[in-house]
Every structure is written in structure tokens, then in C-alpha cells.
């Protein structure tokens, strides 16, 4: 079946502007999350949705950094008044929320968003 | 906070040298503990898990994992490997006090270079 995916695979855009990108998790899968990762380090949580809510939004750098997921499937990560140091790969990964998060994550291919 | 060490940024060897890769996390407590690979151009994906039982967990392509409870460590072995495990590898934690119940914490990576 199709993986985790996402859109668009790479974001150029200038300082200060708004971004959106977006993750399609795996049919069927609850939960979802989102990571950062930038050049030479492990992957850093951003925020976790188990369904509709945000079950731990406690990565989210500051509040310029939003996440939705209305119904409960696709995810949209908005970034506002973009800055050159949000450069990195974004990463989304889902899991079937079975065991209430500890199940193994699958990863899209994530986001390189860069900030000129 | 939880927090996970992988000790060697770049590992180098030659076809059929075995291999160690070290990874400790900080915090006890019930720790679920993950290796996932990203071989190059390619999406992170699982390569074994230990989430309780056995402390010796194998997973794909041969590698294994020692979860050593009184040391915080969990790190990885192959006994040969091959020029295609060519790859960067991530260990990763959740739970344990001081941790989470859902997003994993990754360590910094190590880089594998097999020499044909």
C-alpha cells in the first residue's frame, strides 16, 4: 500500500513569508507526527495528533509554528514569518495509534524547506 | 529530558568487518527503544525495535540490538557487513522518565561507510 507522503518535496522561500506543507499518512493511521531535521542531527520533534487533536505539541519552537488536521488524516504544517534558521527537512511519520503512540512510526520523505 | 547519545558521527569499514554502533539514552524507567536507517536518497525506516521481553531483538538484513537495562544502552551490531548497509543510522527512544509517550527522541546519527 502507499507510504506516508509528502508535498512539496522541496520549498524555496524568502524570508518572512508564510509556508504550508502538508503529510498524507498512511490509510487508517491515527496518529500522526511531525519532525525537523537539520544538517547533521537526528530528527527533532515538532507536535503529535492522535485523530483530529494535538495530543503533545510541546516540540513547536515558538508560536509562529501551527499544525493542523481537521479530519483526522492529512496534516498541514504552517510556518509564519519564516526565518533563514527554519532551513531543515521537515518529516512527517504515522502510526496506528493501537497502542497510544508507541507503535512503530512510518516516515514520509520529507520537506527541505529552505529560507533565502 | 530524555535525550539519546550515539557515540561516532562516521563509522568506516570493509565488506565483512563486523560492526558496533553505540547508543545510550539518559533516563530510566520503561524506555521503548528504536534503530532506524535512512540508506542514501531514501526515507527512515525501522530496523528492529525493543519494547520489552528479550533484550537481544534482531531485525532486518542481520542486524541485532542488546537492550542493556543497567547500562542505558542499546546499541547495534552486525557481524559482517555488506557495501549496501552503506547508510546513516538513527537510534531512538520514548518513554522512561523524563520522556514521552508518543514522539521518539533521536540521537545525532551515525554515518556507515562500507568499503567495497
Known amino acids: 500500500g502507499a507510504g506516508v507522503s509528502q508535498t512539496p518535496s522541496n520549498k524555496v522561500t524568502e524570508k518572512g513569508k508564510y509556508v504550508e506543507l502538508r503529510c498524507d499518512p498512511i490509510?487508517?493511521?491515527?496518529?500522526l507526527y511531525w519532525y525537523r531535521q537539520s544538517l547533521g542531527q537526528g530528527p527533532e520533534f515538532l507536535i503529535y495528533f492522535q485523530g483530529t487533536g494535538a495530543a503533545d505539541d510541546s516540540g513547536l519552537p515558538n508560536d509562529r509554528f501551527f499544525a493542523v488536521r481537521p479530519e483526522g488524516s492529512v496534516s498541514t504544517l504552517k510556518i509564519q514569518r519564516t526565518e533563514r534558521g527554519d532551513s531543515a527537512v521537515y518529516l512527517c511519520?504515522?502510526?496506528?495509534?493501537?497502542?497510544?503512540?508507541?507503535?512503530?512510526?512510518?516516515f514520509g520523505p520529507g520537506t527541505r524547506l529552505t529560507v533565502t | 529530558a530524555q535525550s539519546v547519545s550515539q557515540h561516532n558521527h562516521h563509522v568506516i569499514l570493509s565488506e565483512a568487518a563486523s560492526l558496533e554502533l553505540g547508543c545510550n539514552y539518559s533516563?530510566?524507567?520503561?524506555?521503548?527503544l528504536f534503530w532506524y536507517v535512512q540508506y542514501p536518497g531514501q526515507h527512515l525506516q525501522l530496523l528492529l525495535k525493543y519494547f520489552s521481553g528479550d533484550p537481544l531483538v534482531k531485525g532486518i538484513k542481520g542486524f541485532e540490538a542488546e537492550f542493556i537495562k543497567s547500562k542505558f544502552s542499546f546499541n547495534l551490531r552486525k557481524p559482517s557487513v555488506q557495501w549496501s548497509d552503506t547508510a546513516e543510522y538513527f537510534c531512538a527512544v520514548n518513554g522512561g522518565y523524563g520522556g514521552s509517550q508518543g514522539n521518539l527522541i533521536f540521537g545525532k546519527g551515525t554515518k556507515l561507510s562500507v568499503k567495497p
Open positions: 511519520a504515522s502510526s496506528s495509534g493501537r497502542t497510544g503512540g508507541l507503535d512503530e512510526q512510518y
Open positions: 490509510s487508517g493511521h491515527t496518529a
Open positions: 533516563y530510566g524507567g520503561t524506555v521503548n
